[in-house]
């Protein structure tokens, strides 16, 4: 089963940050989507639901902040950017 890891858009820098997460889809995408894109507004899988209004830490400025917005949530599949 392909494994992800989460990325979120930060509201504090604008910059992308991960969220220390990885998780096995079975139906993931083959490269970076967002949830929304992924999963168009429907019932999120569990593992996703259960991250997506997380706090994550901004790395740049040493904040919280907590993304809503599930188009600026990003799974990648965890290999894919070795590759770019
Ligand atoms: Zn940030």
Same mark, same amino acid.
């Given at each position: 089963?392909? @494994?992800?890891?989460i990325y979120v858009s930060c509201n504090q820098c604008?910059?992308?940050?991960?969220?220390g997460v990885g998780m096995y889809l079975e139906h993931?995408? @083959? =490269? /970076? /989507?967002?949830?929304r894109d992924?999963? $168009?507004?429907g019932a999120?899988?569990?593992q996703v639901s259960a991250i997506a209004d997380h706090p994550c830490l901004c790395l740049k400025t040493? /904040? $919280?902040? %907590?993304q809503e917005d =599930?188009? @600026?949530v990003f799974l990648v599949p965890v290999g894919? %950017?070795?590759l770019q």
């Open positions: 089963m392909p @494994q992800y890891s604008g910059g992308e940050h991960p969220m993931g995408p @083959q =490269d /970076k /989507k967002s949830i992924v999963y $168009h507004g999120l899988p569990p040493g /904040k $919280h902040f %907590t =599930d188009n @600026q894919w %950017t070795a």
